[in-house]
């Protein structure tokens, strides 16, 4: 009876209900419930220090999109010696944004579901919440899905007849016998570190750096080894000129911000975990040098394959399925899947489980959020299809940018020049506090982003729909895309607080949720200690912001 019983508990929706926190500012019932994971991050959390992000953007920076980049860039008709300036410049600059984004989660200590309602209301937060939400278990799908080529290649390094096993598939399905093996072995591989609470997980972008950068050392050796230098790249003279050239160039700059978009909204997820703010500063440089000295070795490999197999291969992972050694390619493709793996976490499943967490905080935490976005982002988005389905997607992939950025303009702007860091902390998680606006939105935001996009939709709906769709000179515009709406964004969110100011949203000092315990309990124990007991007893129901002098 009690297994019974037991079994029964298991299906009612009681049983999934995550407690909260005694501490938590959130109400205890409606929309903008919390748990610990949403709730600021605890004291004894506070770990991360600036070598953890050093090697958060190492592990980060070392996978197989940052080494195709710069070679699909080089394709375009732009010489290596106009493309490596070009990553650097877009990498800084997008730097320079997250590096912004994670001070504030470094000040404040709360994840970018929280953070966003300081700009756009405790509802209206939603959108950027969601927006992300899409994209990141879109992005999960297509990494677990390059994840499964690292095992294909090791699966066949053990069993060479792996690469013949007959297709049992239908064809409609878009992969085959084999490629299914393969993608449910990585998907299995994968899944335990998915549910590694992001305040452990720098032990993880450690090993993986290291194992990583080793990984391409090997690899960069054996090819200018086999080649007998790095190959004709390095000869080449660009093939565009004049103003052809130019936007190249731009449209360069700008995929190298592109790319990191996701991140730079979801870094507070990762500093919100900060000793200190001093903390993230230091990224600011290790993004652009990280990344772009990984793109340099890109373009060697990618150089030297030419020299080696007659042609220019953009993926690593490719190159290594052609070596002899097989014992060499396993442990290769164990490298570069370990890679993917760190980067599938970084970039995308800590982003997806806030959000899923944010969404439903009664039933969903990290852990589980994350269970979630394997499965969805896994199965549901069927990416082994998603990459077949042709330029469509991927261009709309690429061009969410434009609606990110400007979300991202946003909520730099509103805490260091409307706000002037002078948050406070606990009503961001009340429903009817300073942060509520109009209805839970504040118009500001949408309508900063709103005017941001008629210059860029133009350009995403063409390269979309290149022969149906036809925009003259605004092609030239989307080139410079993220720049644009990252710009106008936060120009336009500024000037509607000049002309109309959100009053009610302003505070006149900041305060975080320790300051605001510590207030709190100061006010209890003066009750306390005058005798007003009954009075004191009375307010325990009450909202904890009614106990703080000040607020």
């Given at each position: 009876m009690a297994s019974?019983?037991?079994?029964?508990?298991?299906?009612?929706?009681?049983?999934?209900?995550?407690?909260?926190?005694?501490?938590?500012?959130?109400?205890?019932?409606?929309?903008?419930?919390?748990?610990?994971?949403?709730?600021?991050?605890?004291?004894?959390?506070?770990?991360?220090r600036s070598w953890m992000f050093l090697f958060m953007w190492a592990s980060d920076s070392v996978n197989v999109g940052t080494m195709q980049q710069a070679s699909s860039m080089i394709a375009l008709g732009l010489s290596y010696r106009e493309v490596i300036p070009c990553i650097f410049i877009g990498n800084l600059i997008v730097a320079g944004a997250l590096t912004a984004n994670a001070t504030i989660g470094a000040i404040l200590h709360v994840p970018f579901s929280i953070i966003c309602r300081a700009s756009f209301g405790v509802y209206g937060a939603w959108f950027p919440v969601v927006s992300r939400l899409i994209l990141g278990l879109i992005y999960f799908g297509i990494n677990t899905q390059i994840l499964s080529s690292c095992v294909h290649v090791m699966l066949s390094a053990i069993w060479p007849s792996f690469r013949a096993l007959p297709n049992h598939i239908p064809e409609h399905i878009g992969i085959t016998t084999s490629g299914m093996i393969a993608y449910i072995v990585a998907w299995t591989i994968q899944f335990p570190f998915l549910i590694i609470p992001p305040v452990r997980m720098r032990y993880l972008f450690l090993i993986k750096s290291l194992?990583?950068?080793?990984?391409?050392?090997v690899i960069l050796g054996w090819s200018v080894n086999r080649a007998g230098g790095g190959g004709p790249i390095f000869s080449q003279r660009a093939t565009l000129t004049g103003t052809e050239k130019s936007w190249a160039w731009m449209f360069c700059i700008n995929a190298a911000m592109s790319s990191k978009t996701t991140l730079a909204a979801s870094i507070s997820d990762f500093s919100r975990y900060s000793r200190s703010p001093r903390d993230q500063y230091w990224q600011v440089i290790l993004i652009p040098f990280c990344y772009t000295l990984w793109s340099i070795f890109g373009i060697i490999v990618t150089s030297a394959s030419h020299v080696v197999y007659g042609e220019f291969i953009w993926d690593p992972t490719k190159i290594i399925a052609r070596w002899d050694n097989r014992a060499a390619a396993f442990f290769m493709a164990l490298a570069f899947g370990a890679g993917t793996i760190g980067t599938n976490i970084s970039t995308n499943s800590v982003a997806v489980s806030n959000d899923f967490t944010a969404l439903v905080p009664k039933y969903l935490n990290i852990r589980r959020g994350a269970i979630l976005c394997a499965v969805l982002g896994g199965w549901a988005c069927v990416p082994w299809n998603l990459q077949k389905s042709g330029t469509v997607l991927l261009n709309f992939l690429g061009g969410y940018a434009i609606f990110l950025a400007p979300a991202v303009s946003v909520m730099i702007c509103d805490f260091f020049l409307v706000k002037r860091q002078k948050i406070v902390v606990p009503e961001l998680y009340q429903p009817d506090g300073r942060y509520r606006y109009l209805n839970g939105m504040n118009w500001r935001a949408f309508v900063a982003i709103a005017i941001s996009l008629p210059i860029n939709l133009p350009g995403l709906m063409n390269v979309m729909n290149p022969k149906t769709i036809h925009i003259g000179g605004l092609r030239y515009a989307y080139k410079a895309s993220w720049l644009i709406a990252f710009s106008m964004g936060f120009t336009t969110y500024y000037l509607l607080n000049l002309i109309f100011p959100a009053k009610d949203a302003m505070s006149s000092r900041q305060l975080l949720a320790e300051d605001a315990l510590e207030e709190q309990e100061k006010a209890e124990s003066m009750s306390y200690e005058s005798g007003k007991i009954s009075k004191n007893l009375s307010t325990l129901e009450q909202d904890p912001l009614d106990r703080i002098p000040g607020i």
């Open positions: 019974g019983k037991g079994l029964g508990q298991f299906f009612q929706p009681s049983y999934w209900v995550i407690k909260r926190e005694p501490s938590s500012w959130a109400p205890p019932r409606g929309l903008l419930q919390s748990n610990v994971d949403l709730d600021p991050s605890l004291a004894r959390d506070r770990r991360w194992v990583m950068t080793i990984a391409t050392f």
